[in-house]
């Protein structure tokens, strides 16, 4: 009999120690991050590298760790927490946590995805904005958030997670704005979007965490008076987005400059070429521009890109430069860049001019005695 409660007991306490418990929530917003975290007790804890769940990157937000002692057993509970941002109802699966060399095995849990439906109130709004919905892959559209309430309410904090904006390659632009309109305090903040892929592109409601003073509360705080968090929602915006003819990557207003620095060089001497296309559109796109010249050395320099906003619209100027060098004579071949007219709806092309160069050879004197 008490072999049996030597073992019972043993039983007991290995599974107080040893015990390991995922925790998640059951359901989460479109665009909201799905939060979990492992815990385990025990001596020697060993939890899994979690690198993504159904495809969705997974990332690691730091542990927390607490130590008890009983009748001289030192036991150390670890809560290890992450995050991902799925688009869709996920299933988090069993993980193995390995504690004092023994494994043990978390449940899985089905974590649905449900729709967030827009805020509305007399107080608040938020709202998401875009100049075209209706657009090619690589067309620019400026996305605005304007989020505004009323001067009167008691607002001590806002929560905002910067939005995550799949299937578009994304710039802020500029700092965010506020003024007042009103009754109403008004923010604002600006990105350029230029959608990566076609089809139906959507980006989902969003949020943030309006902490405001709590009147129905009674409670006194040396800290200042006693608040609770109101979750306010914004919109959806829906794009369809078309492919460009052709599958070419680059649309916009572009016009093309070059320049040689000169058309006659001595031979060994060095030759300046330079390409400069400024405009409208997604010069990002502009791949670094190569040419081929038998028998030359051709010293390629990296392009360079500058941006900037003219009447709301994106752009820039793209500079490419070469240096070649030669001892005979040489013809630069054209350079051709094919692209997407937005103005005229049509696929155009950017075309250097070809240029033949004469090089002098020098001329070597005999030496005589």
Known sequence: MFKRCILFLT????????????HTPSQFYGGEPVVFSLEASGSNIEFPVIDDIEGFLVSKHGSSSSLSILNGQRTQKIIQQYSFFPNRTVLIPKFKITIDGQSFHTQSKEVKKIEAKKTQSEYIDFTLTASKTDLYIGEQSLFTLIFKYRRDLQIVDLGFTSPNFQGFWSKQIGEAKKYEEGMFVVQELKYILFPQKSGKLTIPSLKVDVSVVDSRSNGMSFFGPPTRIEKVYSNELKFNVKAIPENLSIIGDFVLKENIDKKTIDAGEALTYNIEINGRGNLDDIPELKILVPNATIYDNK??????????????????SFSIVANEN??????VIKYFD???????????????IEVKKKIQKDSQL
């Open 330 to 335: 040489f013809r630069i071949p054209s350079v």
């Open 342 to 356: 937005i103005k005229e709806n049509r696929v155009k092309e950017l075309k250097t001019k070809e240029y033949t």
């Open 11 to 22: 039983i007991f306490i290995s599974w107080v120690f040893a015990d390991v418990v995922m």
């Open 303 to 320: 392009a360079t890109k500058e941006f900037d906003m003219i009447d709301g619209k994106y752009g820039g100027i793209y500079k490419k």
